[in-house]
């Protein structure tokens, strides 16, 4: 019996650089930065593969929306252990959120997963946004930020998911196909053996571009400035309780 | 004053962001964006497993480094996770499990792992060596019985060239081999042996004929074999996370079909074994002296001294410069010798290797020191990285081929005539 896992991933300024913003404010600068695989990203991999070495899933797609440059991101997942790539070449266009949604459910479309597993938000921007999208689009039920996932084996129809929440942690179960996103403390993601990297080096990729799967990726959203925050300036020092509450008043923080 | 303070707070937010138990985020992205930089004239296969070989190190052997140092402990669970991506066998054949990679391939993953730890990085170089070794040498029922756990690292291997009374002159190795019907009987000692003692496979190289280099053999011994016994483990200055004994055969057994290759062969089997454990040897060095100049380089832009950082008198950017100068130059130099192994045409590639391995090792080595000396009195301790790093690099100058022998190598191809 099939079980196909489709895993979007996001190629994204690695997590140890120091950014800076360009000069002109359009944005954080990229050029000739160092650039990985969004690290839940790696952990919706992770899990992917787990799922198929358990004996659950059959096959994990690895899919990635972007510039040329996604294909090694792509090619960091075959190597990883996922059976095939898609790459969605979207040029230089800003894709957000709502854009990649759309792409991806053209794709769940066209691929027909069991269970879509995504990060559960991408580290440049933070929108926390396209797993819930997805699931809206395709009326699918979606459970985000998960930190354990689990499927009986004997039955394949259904999944278990704990979630994250502030109130502490929630036991939901799903019928398949469904949407999940993964939080941190899911699975900690394996290294790439050296011969793996290499074969992936030689991988097939697929190759789509948003025309052909008829999305329009206009979201009419435009970034006007991008900004670092205001530079920590010196504090003041005061010597009664009153000076501290004229103070906190006269910076209207009371 | 408030910019360290900022700094470290800086810091510290990266480390709490850090996702996986990453302590070291600052070395992990100052490999590859100082100058030289290591990945500059790779193909971008090549510097994928350059940065997968990072990663593994600044992870899981950076971290635990200093402690594996001081306790002198053989990190073997370690080693054995990176045996699982393929760095116990980099240069055996994929039918058994190994990477097969070339040998300049193979001296940037030893230079990434050195730049965490030099001394492990250079013992998974000697244990490559031993697995490939056996694999260009052994015959068919060698290379199964004993490769797969060598790959894996669940087996590691000594290679014994070595003794009391035989160093640069090898080839007047006096352990002796006799045959006994199907059996050889092993008696002799070696000395300096890297994992004896711990190691389950030896490579001795013993004499088997008449005096010189053609008597020579390469014989493989299991460690619990009766008559194969250690010395005490070795008090060393440097190299702590690997055990150096003595290793002793007092009418060791071993039967004949552990040979490898042929009688008289062992000698020219150990030179070639050699050529390629001198690459990484020197590979190692260099990434030592990687880490020791990121590590300069990062202290004078921190310290200050008469109003301002180090970093703005001319002597001590003058002094990084060279630093950065020698490194390049000795990098480009081993890679050249690494590529001339792989190539068949070369007929004199050792040559190469001798003046590589031994401009490198020197030039590391003193980038080390220079690195602790613009530490200053903070260089010396044991809380600052560098110290290590000078004590590790240190013994690559002697060991694999002295200094002293790769001149004699390069004047002996230099005078010859045609």
Redesign the interface.
């Known amino acids: 019996m099939s079980f196909k896992v489709l895993v979007p991933i996001k190629r994204v300024v ?5 950014i800076r913003v360009k000069g002109d404010k359009s944005g954080v600068e990229t050029n000739g930065v ?1 650039m990985s695989m969004n ?1 839940f990203d790696e952990i919706a991999v992770e899990e992917a593969i787990r799922l198929k070495e358990k004996g659950i899933a059959t096959e994990v797609v690895a899919v990635s929306m972007g510039p040329k440059t996604c294909q090694e991101t792509i090619r960091g997942s075959i190597a990883m252990g996922a059976d095939k790539g898609i790459h969605v070449d979207g040029g230089t266009t800003d894709l957000q959120p709502l854009a990649v949604a759309k792409l991806l459910k053209k794709l769940v479309d066209k691929e027909k997963p069991n269970l879509v597993i995504l990060g559960k938000q991408a580290i440049d921007d933070d929108s926390n946004q396209t797993g819930q999208m997805l699931a809206g689009l395709l009326n699918w039920p979606q459970a985000t930020f998960a930190s354990k996932v689990d499927i009986d084996k004997s039955s394949p129809n259904s999944v278990k998911v704990t979630r994250e929440i502030d109130g502490g942690l929630e036991t939901l179960s799903m019928k398949l196909p469904a949407i999940i996103t993964c939080d ?1 403390r899911l699975n ?2 394996r ?5 793996n ?2 074969k992936s ?1 030689k991988a097939e990729l697929q190759v789509l571009t948003p025309q052909e799967l008829g999305v329009d990726t206009n979201t009419n959203l435009k970034t006007i400035s991008v900004e670092e925050p205001p530079k ?1 300036t ?1 504090g003041v020092k005061v010597d009664s309780i009153d000076a501290v509450i004229t103070s906190l008043k006269k910076f209207a923080l009371i | 004053m ?1 910019n360290r303070i ?1 700094k470290s707070t800086v810091n510290l937010s ?1 480390k709490n ?4 138990q ?1 302590s070291l ?1 600052l070395q ?2 100052t490999f ?2 100082i100058v030289p930089d290591p990945s500059i004239g790779l193909t ?2 090549q510097k ?2 350059q940065s ?1 070989a990072v ?2 190190a600044s992870e899981q052997l950076a971290p635990n480094a200093a402690k594996w140092d001081k306790e002198e402990i053989f990190p073997r669970d370690a080693m054995k996770k990176a045996a ?4 116990g066998g ?1 240069y055996v054949h ?1 039918d058994y499990g190994g ?3 070339s040998r300049m391939d193979t001296s940037l ?1 030893i230079e990434a792992l050195a730049s965490a730890d030099v001394s492990t990085a250079a013992y998974i170089s000697i244990h490559n060596m031993c697995a490939g070794l056996i694999d260009k040498y052994g015959n068919a029922d060698q290379k199964k019985k004993y490769l797969p756990k060598l790959v894996t690292m669940e087996h590691c291997a000594s290679y014994c060239l070595t003794e009391p009374g035989a160093g640069s002159d090898a080839a007047s190795l006096s352990t002796k081999a006799v045959r006994d019907g199907d059996h050889y009987i092993l008696n002799g000692s070696k000395a300096f042996i890297s994992g004896g003692g711990d190691a389950e496979i030896y490579l001795i190289m013993c004499r088997t004929g008449k005096e010189g280099p053609k008597g020579i053999s390469c014989i493989l011994v299991e460690k619990d074999t009766p008559g194969l016994s250690f010395g005490k483990k070795e008090e060393k200055l440097g190299w702590n996370t690997q055990p150096t004994r003595a290793v002793i055969l007092e009418d060791c057994r071993v039967p004949v079909a552990n040979l490898i290759g042929v009688e008289g062969q062992g000698f020219s089997i150990a030179m070639n074994a050699l050529n390629g454990g001198r690459i990484n040897i020197a590979a190692a060095s260099l990434g030592g002296a990687q880490s020791a100049l990121i590590f300069a380089r990062d202290h004078v832009k921190d310290r200050k001294q008469f109003q301002q950082t180090l970093s703005n008198f001319q002597a001590i950017q003058f002094k990084l410069a060279d630093m950065a100068t020698q490194l390049y130059a000795a990098r480009s130099m081993l890679r050249q010798a690494a590529a001339l192994l792989d190539d068949p045409t070369v007929n004199n590639p050792h040559t190469y290797v001798a003046m590589a391995k031994l401009f490198t090792c020197d030039t590391c080595f003193k980038i080390c020191d220079e690195s602790l000396q613009l530490h200053g009195g903070y260089g010396y301790l044991k809380d600052y990285p560098v110290e290590r790093f000078l004590r590790d690099t240190r013994v690559h100058r002697i060991l694999e081929g002295s200094d002293a022998v790769m001149r004699i190598l390069t004047s002996k191809d230099l005078l010859k005539d045609q």
């Open positions: 690695d997590y140890a650089v120091k160092k690290p941190l900690e993601p290294y790439a053996k050296l011969q990297i290499m080096k920590r010196g | 408030l900022i990266y962001k850090s996702l996986f990453n985020v992990k992205r590859f964006n971008e296969d994928a497993l997968a990663e593994f699982e991506l393929g760095f980099l994929s990477t097969q990679l993953i």
